[in-house]
């Protein structure tokens, strides 16, 4: 894989950035496929990793300014052929609507790109596992932005349980809340079966949850129950066919049951994960608005433990990149990400990178919910595909 020493593009080096076999800086060029929120995301991730963002890609003439300037990209182009035929572009940000993920994933690795792939990775499991496999015959790093992984105190919660400081775990809860779609005035693409998937709140951000549950303690859901719940049928004069809210029971592998509630139209919610782990000897408890603490449970004493890197596991103080009372937020997440799948694409295997298989499993486990909801909850174990 060839790589851009910064020299020949005459970019300042910054943190971040790799060395190359010569020993020289190596600055990865990026192409972001979309220009809305996600994409200035992933391009301030970009950047702050080190990287520059060569080009946005949008489909009409009409967007390019924009789209450059909401992205900061050096160039903004409708011609993504040109992005994936060029050498100098390593890696791929799909930062579009859900439905097109599947089809931009399978031609950047095509054309031999690392791919950043928004979640979901497809709209179905069969999709997703394709892609999964695709990547790794490719050779190619591809990860899903499963990015609350990245909270240091998250990290500190899979080093306890991983411990054993629980104790006998019992039960695992949640909730997922959001209030962007609480009015039926309220409407995006995501909306739209086509476009979004046939699975809306459930595959948007029950995904995050369930992928946060399963990384922190290393289980897996075996069998799941599901309800969904269209709040309104009726949306800027369009009938509404996927879920506003879900409702998931679930066993795991060992044994353990739990529950989470997903909605995004639970007003005064705006981005409120929540997940709690019930042990007999400690629990814990992550609020992903309060991400600076953690929730530290005993039968005699409780406590809240800061994101203070002087106290905090080694691996969870690897992104603790401030110190305790200066605050950590969503997007230090993902410049971790990023940086994390830049170190991928250099040849190392940082701890908890999520990739194309966690999106794989992500996909499997809506499947599993669409299925469940779809025959009055019964109980359907996701189908194992056997990538992680
Ligand atoms: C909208 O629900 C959204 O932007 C999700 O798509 C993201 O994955 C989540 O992190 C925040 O909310």
């Not at 020493?5 to 076999?21: F, H, K, V």
């Not at 139209?265 to 981005?271: H, L, S």
């Not at 709690?276 to 400690?282: H, N, P, R, V």
Request: one cysteine or more; charged letters at 20%; a negative charge.
């Amino acid at each position: 894989m060839r790589h851009v020493t910064a020299s020949q593009i005459g970019e300042q080096s910054s943190d971040g950035i790799l060395s190359n076999s010569e020993g020289g800086p190596t600055v990865i060029k990026a192409a972001i496929v979309g220009s809305g929120f996600m994409a200035a995301t992933h391009a301030r991730a970009t950047r702050a990793a080190g990287g520059l963002v060569d080009c946005v890609v949008v489909r009409r003439e009409d967007q390019l300014a924009a789209a450059r300037n909401a992205v900061g990209a050096a160039r903004a182009t409708t011609d993504l052929a040109s992005v994936l035929a060029d050498p100098a572009i390593e890696i791929v940000h799909i930062c579009t609507p859900n439905g097109s993920h599947a089809a931009l994933a399978d031609a950047a690795i095509a054309a031999g790109k690392h791919v950043i792939c928004e979640k979901p990775l497809a709209t179905d499991g069969d999709l997703a596992d394709s892609l999964t496999s695709a990547a790794k015959a490719g050779g190619v790093i591809g990860t899903v932005p499963f990015v609350y992984r990245f909270h240091p105190l998250v990290r500190e919660m899979r080093v306890r349980i991983g411990a054993g400081d629980l104790g006998a775990l019992s039960v695992v809860h949640g909730s997922y809340l959001q209030d962007w779609m609480a009015s039926d005035t309220d409407g995006n693409w995501r909306v739209d079966p086509t476009a979004g998937g046939r699975s809306r709140a459930f595959a948007d951000i029950g995904s995050h949850w369930c992928d946060l549950f399963e990384f922190v303690t290393q289980d897996r859901i075996q069998s799941l129950s599901a309800q969904l719940k269209i709040v309104f049928s009726d949306r800027g004069g369009k009938a509404v066919h996927t879920e506003d809210a879900a409702s998931v029971h679930f066993r795991t592998e060992t044994g353990v049951i739990g529950t989470v509630v997903v909605a995004q139209t639970a007003a005064g919610r705006k981005n409120r994960l929540h997940l709690e782990i019930s042990g007999s000897a400690t629990s814990l408890a992550f609020d992903q608005e309060e991400p600076e603490q953690l929730w530290v449970g005993h039968r005699t004493k409780t406590r809240l433990l800061s994101r203070d890197p002087q106290i905090l596991a080694p691996g969870a103080a690897r992104y603790a990149f401030l110190p305790a009372g200066h605050a950590q937020g969503y997007q230090d997440c993902f410049n971790a990400f990023v940086a994390d799948t830049h170190q991928a694409i250099a040849g190392s295997t940082p701890s908890g990178l999520p990739t194309f298989a966690d999106g794989a499993r992500a996909a499997r486990l809506c499947d599993a919910v669409i299925e469940s909801a779809a025959s009055g909850g019964a109980w359907i174990t996701p189908h194992n595909n056997g990538l992680r």
